[in-house]
């Protein structure tokens, strides 16, 4: 008898840790807390790559879908601020359809912002590299291309002001 209540002792101690689900699993971002190796098509069919980046600027990296609300949202209140965010370099990446990309950009007049960079990530890489689950998803690096903070969803844009000034925007 002692020796089954022992067994039962030691098998209700250690069941949580036997059945819990512990997520040990990183995403890429955060094994490599550095700006990542994108390759994104841009509007004009070439293609812009990490060190094609700006060098000592910090970089907000939105990944957005054109057809998203909260995407468009977040573009708009951009927009509305710029004047925030002149010394950041802002790329905003989609997986959606070439088109749909080139017409967002278009939309929003984005080109008349020398430092918004608008592309296609055909090869679904960033949302692998980041694990996307929710649109927008901001993603702050400093001048040295190191990861600072994430934001998945809708941030406000004094947030987002806010985020880039603690990398000494």
Request: with cysteine; proline share 7%; charged share 20%.
């Amino acid at each position: 008898m002692k020796k089954i209540l022992l067994f039962a002792f030691a098998l209700i101690s250690i069941a949580p840790k036997i059945f819990s689900q512990t997520d040990t699993i990183k995403a890429p971002y955060e094994k490599v807390p550095i700006f990542p190796p994108v390759r994104l098509v841009l509007p004009d069919k070439s293609a812009f790559y990490k060190k094609d980046l700006p060098a000592k600027k910090p970089v907000m990296l939105m990944i957005f879908n054109p057809q998203c609300e909260h995407c468009q949202h977040e573009t708009d209140e951009l927009l509305k601020h710029m004047d925030w965010f002149k010394n950041t370099t802002i790329v905003m990446a989609t997986s959606m359809p070439y088109d749909s990309m080139v017409n967002f950009r278009e939309r929003y007049n984005l080109a008349a912002h020398s430092n918004i960079i608008v592309g296609q990530d055909d090869q679904y890489f960033l949302f692998t590299f980041y694990a996307v689950s929710n649109l927008p998803f901001l993603a702050f690096y400093d001048k040295k291309g190191k990861l600072i903070s994430v934001s998945r969803g809708t941030m406000p844009i004094d947030k987002v002001a806010a985020e880039l000034k603690k990398q000494g925007h």
